[in-house]
């Protein structure tokens, strides 16, 4: 119990002693705050008083620089014033010294005026008096010569003209004797050339077939019971078989070539079989129509081994082969073709062109004849669209296009093609026309040239080749010879077709006759 009392007495003396402790060091720090506050509130004064007398200092000088700038601003504002005042006097004076210029010249201008509408009044005047002498002179003229003004104008036009037709009649006589002779003289060398170095066969070929018969009673056994065999022929192949008195002898007839070549081939096979009968003949004509189409390919390409042309299409070499059953005025088209490709080929050499482009093209100018029997249009045009099918090139295909002049020949090949057409075409015995064909055509040419004014007469000599135009020496003077004949040459041109070409022959003759008695 003394323990615990002791215990409670010793806890108590230590939070005495713990409670003083604390209050005294409070007091103990109390005193120091304070003193360290006075010092401080000492110090702050004399801070603020210095703040003070350097922000006085500090607040005269601002003043005084900026006193120092105003003084500054003002001198350069009023010196710039100055100068602008003194610039905007000289643009005050020179703005009056343009006025007073103005006005004189304004005043000058009034002058001039005045003078020139003086002057304009006066040659006004001189224009009428002008008028008046120009009208009394015509009249003197008109008095004179007895013409009026528009028929003195009518007859100086007239003589003019006259005049003119003339001097152009010269100068074309001039230009033409000139360009004849060199153009002559190296289009005879070039076609001499080519033509001497081709030697080709014409053979003429017509629309009829004559098939031998080892005698006439064959004609009997082709006809068959009732006809059915002649009629199994003609059904089969398209062609008019014709049995007449001609003994041992039957004509095929037909325009298409290869159907009367086909019909010619199975009829020979049989008759020298002997066996004929409808299921016969029907095999006959097959055999024949397929050894046909071997011989249309190999000439095909006998063609185009002989022309020595390369990389042409296989269906435009069975159109070639097809040629050599086609003719034109009797003249094979496939042995034209080879002849033309010939020719412009050595024309091109001879001119330094390149021949291979030159003699495809003649090779293929007429191979829309190959099929123009079952394609609508022209051969020409037929043609152009198989050479554009078969991917042939520009330059082939407007030769092809431009071979007749239906288009005009923008190439040197097209215009060498031309050339070797017609010189295969006019060559004699090239070609044959039926008689009535061949008169049309020459009353044709001479009714062509008999209908331009002054013609007398005219003669169509050479096979048509040439036109001899008579003409009377009253209406035709000597200079309206030459315009007259290039007149008569192109209305040819536009209203005949003729191969090769024509040469018209203008002939004036003057005649004076007298009798001495």
């Known amino acids: 119990m003394q323990l615990f ?19 005294t060091g409070i007091k103990v720090r ?92 006066e040659a006004d005047e001189k224009l009428e008096e002008i008028e008046a002498l120009k009208k009394s002179q015509f009249e003197m003229l008109e008095k004179i010569s007895g013409y009026t003004a528009e028929q003195a104008k009518s007859y100086l ?9 003339h001097e152009k009649s010269v100068k074309i006589m001039e230009y033409q004797e000139q360009l004849k002779e060199e153009a002559d003289d190296k289009a005879r060398n070039i076609i001499s050339l080519a033509i001497q170095r081709l030697a080709a066969d014409q ?34 192949t398209g ?3 014709i049995i007449d008195d001609t003994p041992e002898a039957i004509t095929l007839s037909c325009f298409e070539p290869v159907r009367r070549e086909v019909a010619r081939i199975a009829l020979e096979k049989l ?54 059953y086609r003719t034109s005025y009797g003249q094979n088209v496939l042995n034209h073709s080879l002849e033309v490709s010939y020719l412009a080929g050595m024309m091109a050499s001879e001119l330094g062109l390149d021949p291979t482009i030159a003699k495809r093209a003649g090779l293929l100018h007429d191979i829309g004849k190959s099929i123009d029997h079952e394609v609508e249009g022209t051969h020409i045009q037929i043609g152009v669209d198989i050479a554009r099918k078969y991917k042939e090139s520009d330059a082939v295909i407007h030769a092809i296009q431009a071979h007749h002049g239906d288009v005009e020949a923008k190439t040197i090949v097209a215009c060498l093609v031309q050339a070797a057409d017609a010189i295969s075409a006019a060559r ?33 000599i050479q096979a048509g080749r040439e036109v001899r135009v008579m003409v009377k020496p009253e209406i035709v ?4 010879m030459v315009p007259l004949a290039r007149e008569i040459c192109k209305k040819i041109e536009e209203e005949l077709e003729y191969p090769g070409q024509i040469k018209v022959n203008i002939i004036r003759e003057s005649r004076a006759s007298d009798f001495a008695k």
Request: hydrophobic residues 35%.
């Open 271 to 324: 008759i020298s079989d002997g066996r004929i009968h409808p299921a016969r003949i029907e095999e006959t004509v097959e055999k024949a129509r397929r050894e046909v189409d071997a011989t249309i390919k190999r000439e095909g390409e006998r063609a185009v081994l002989e022309a020595g042309v390369h990389n042409i299409h296989p269906e435009i070499v069975k159109l070639l082969g097809r040629l050599r």
């Open 477 to 480: 003077k000597d200079e309206r």
């Open 239 to 241: 062609v008019d078989l």
């Open 157 to 165: 036009l007239s003589q003019l003209e006259d005049e003119l037709v």
């Open 5 to 23: 009392v002791a215990i409670i007495c010793i806890v108590a003396a230590l939070v005495v002693g713990g409670v003083v402790g604390v209050f």
């Open 30 to 121: 109390k005193n120091t705050a304070e003193k360290e506050i006075g010092s401080a509130e000492e110090e702050a004064k004399r801070i603020v008083s210095e703040a003070i007398k350097t922000g006085e200092a500090k607040k005269k000088e601002a003043v005084l620089e900026g006193k120092d700038e105003v003084h500054k601003f003002r001198t350069e504002s009023e010196k710039e014033i100055s100068e602008r005042r003194k610039e905007v006097q000289r643009q005050e004076r020179r703005v009056q010294q343009k006025e007073e210029s103005l006005d004189r010249k304004l005043d000058h201008m009034e002058q001039r005026e005045e003078k020139v509408n003086k002057k304009l009044k």
């Open 203 to 236: 053979v003429a070929e017509a629309t009829i077939s004559v098939v031998p018969l080892p005698n006439d009673e064959m004609k009997g056994r082709i006809i068959g019971r009732e006809g059915r065999n002649i009629r199994a022929i003609e059904t089969l």
């Open 428 to 460: 004699p015995g090239a070609r044959r026309e039926n008689v009535e064909n061949y008169i049309k055509r020459l009353q044709k040419l001479e009714e062509v040239a008999s209908s331009f004014d002054g013609v007398d007469r005219t003669f169509a």
